[in-house]
Nanobody
Framework: VQLQASGGGLAQPGGSLRLSCVGSGFSADYYYIGWFRQAPGKEREGVSCISSKDGSTYHADFVKGRFTISRDSAKNTVYLQMNSLKPEDTAVYFC??????????????????????????WGKGTLVTVSS
């Protein structure tokens, strides 16, 4: 599996950006695809995640209501629409994917999505800078 993230750049506070993650080489029945971010001097943290099977989504509390993850299965692409950006959103954003047997359990999905250690594949990051 290969993942390619794009769409980062400079945005003003209150502005918007849309990140894209194009994947290839998928062969398993089920993947969970997530966005993580890492700011200078900070740990990598989970931002949002989506299930390839049923479209379930997860958004971290600090982005709820501002960021939206979505997918276009035909294009093997996952998007992260980021609105109302804040300076503290400045970070390198990574897309990642993991594979596991599908259970249909949202709690299992959350466990898979919220740990970077559950991700099997990582794309190179794209830098998002929010500044006036």
């Amino acid at each position: 599996v290969q993942l390619q993230a794009s769409g980062g750049g400079l945005a003003q506070p209150g502005g918007s950006l849309r990140l894209s993650c194009v994947g290839s080489g998928f062969s398993a029945d089920y993947y969970y695809i997530g966005w993580f971010r890492q700011a200078p001097g900070k740990e990598r943290e989970g931002v949002s995640c989506i299930s390839s099977k049923d479209g379930s989504t997860y958004h971290a509390d600090f982005v709820k209501g501002r960021f939206t993850i979505s997918r276009d299965s035909a294009k093997n692409t996952v998007y992260l629409q980021m609105n109302s950006l804040k300076p503290e959103d400045t970070a390198v954003y990574f897309c990642a994917a993991g594979s596991a047997p599908y259970t249909g359990s949202y709690s299992v999905f959350l466990t898979q999505c919220t740990s970077r250690f559950a991700m099997d594949y990582w794309g190179k990051g794209t830098l998002v800078t929010v500044s006036s």
